[in-house]
């Protein structure tokens, strides 16, 4: 089956004209004659498409292809850092527009799943889907107690696909490791490999249940997101069951306006959604893209965020998060010089990098974009000159921060949709001064003490005892020190009155030897 796909893939890229964007990229000619060779024998092409330029005709290959290498596509999008520019803004207009697969295949998986008839699990079931996407697709329907639910279904035999796939884009960064003179140090295979851990626990509907219920926990106390509840006992691997959400897709603008809802608000709570994810909770909803997001606009939750789709979220350490802070404050305050330092210090750049060029390279990219709203500033271009500075400098991209990039596009994106003059500096700035300041100094010196103070709790009672046995073990060790010692002074004693015997024998013998003679 791989082998009809490779060819597949092959007929595909030739006839989008893939074969002259990988020569482009081929200094040492050594896939020149192999691709000659395809191209001879894939002698008609669509002029037209020829013609096209190189990012169409890579976005239209990707669509063509099918739903997992559209996904890979969007990921790819965000790697400024690989692509060219044309080629990242082609590829950012990637639709994972996939057509639903029958209704039928849904209620027999379903079935199997809880074994039992869908008329005994749910009161109603629509038929009709109404969200379709690559791995699953999402029906409503009703509980016997009138709760009104959404259920999302795996799509059949998507599994051994996606492995396929996964292993032929494997095998394509590798060619990239191996004929791009920057292959090594952008890690092409580890972003694959970072992909396809996300699309694994994509195929896992319990893990995207246990991700929205922690979504939800996280968010219980705050006015900012909404998140749907779960039902666990209609849960399964290939099934997930959640509570129905009724809102606006928030890229419906006018339909937003006419509901009254306050756009700027909105905007300036996305942010602050954004970095509480980030900097608080270390976990984040990473498909932040307008189809997964609505706006209520019902009077208990008015102008509030609601999310779905849980199959993709991001984590970070708490060194991540540290040093990420550490960054987009000293971003925000213009202090260039501590960027610099937080990237040695991390070990981003190399340690032998000097503070004062690669400060001067991070102040010539970001000076020009302070005091301008969003509508004037693209962060696709900030990013692309960063990533330009990255190789100057050989700073090494972190592959657990891809999807953190994502999303902070897809934040840009929505904000220009609900208020292109959105500060987002100055929106930010606030929120991050005040973690900065519950981190560290008294206020996080109290927190840290609260958060460890149920442990100390639990081992002060048992100190005296823990110290009595390290001082008697420590004793016994002496003891056995000591005893050993005495034992090596004893054993270098006989030694040396061995070694005086022996000289004596020794003499006695040269003396009866010289008597002898004489």
Known sequence: MRLFRLVKIARVGLKCGLDRLILE??????????????????????????????????????????????????VLSTRRDLLPDDLADELAKLQDQ?????????????????????????????????????????????????????????????????????????????????????????????VVREFAKHLEDELDLMREAAN?????????????????????????????????????????????REAG?????????????????????????????????LVSAAPASFNRYIALDFGIVGTLTETDKNYLAINFLAFFRRDYKRVAEAHIESGWAPSKTRVDELEAAVRAVCEPIFDRPLKEISFGKVLLRLFQTSRRFNVEIQPQLVLLQKTLLNIEGLGRQLDPDL??????????????????????FINHIRKEGPQWATMLPALPRLAHQALSQATE??????????????????????????????????????????
């Open 423 to 444: 500060d987002l500096w100055q929106t930010a700035k606030p929120f991050l001064e005040r973690w900065m300041r519950e981190q560290v100094g008294w206020r996080g």
């Open 261 to 293: 809802i306050d756009l700027k608000a909105l905007s300036r709570a996305g942010v602050e959604i954004f970095f509480t994810q980030v900097f608080r909770d270390g976990f984040f909803h990473a498909d932040m893209h307008p189809g997964n997001i």
């Open 212 to 256: 929205c219920s922690q979504l939800r926990r996280n968010f219980a106390d705050a006015q900012l997101l909404l998140v749907p509840e779960v039902y666990w006992d209609y849960c399964t691997h290939e099934v997930m069951t959640m509570e129905r959400m009724h809102g606006i897709p928030i890229g419906q603008i006018d339909r937003l």
């Open 477 to 518: 060790r002496n003891a056995e020190a000591a005893a050993e010692l005495a034992r090596l002074r004893e054993e270098a004693a006989n030694s040396r009155r061995l070694a005086a015997l022996a000289m004596l024998v020794a003499l006695a013998a040269l003396l009866l030897a010289t008597l002898q003679i004489v």
């Open 25 to 74: 990229h081929d200094p040492s000619g050594r896939l020149a004659w192999p691709l000659k060779l395809l191209n001879g024998l894939y002698f008609w092409r669509d002029r037209n498409r020829l013609a096209a330029p190189r990012g169409v005709r890579l976005r239209e290959a990707l669509e063509t292809l099918g739903p997992i290498f559209v996904k890979f596509g969007q």
């Open 98 to 190: 996939v057509p639903p697969f029958p209704s039928d295949e849904a209620i027999a998986v379903i079935e199997l799943s809880f074994k039992r008839p869908l008329h005994e699990i749910f009161a109603t079931f629509e038929r009709e889907p109404v969200a379709s996407a690559s791995v699953a697709q999402v029906h409503f329907a009703t509980l016997y107690d009138g709760t009104e639910v959404a259920v999302k279904v795996l799509r059949p035999g998507i599994a051994p696909v996606i492995a396929h796939d996964i292993a032929l884009l494997d095998s394509f960064a590798l060619l990239l490791e191996r004929f791009w003179s920057d292959g090594k140090r952008l890690k092409p295979r580890e």
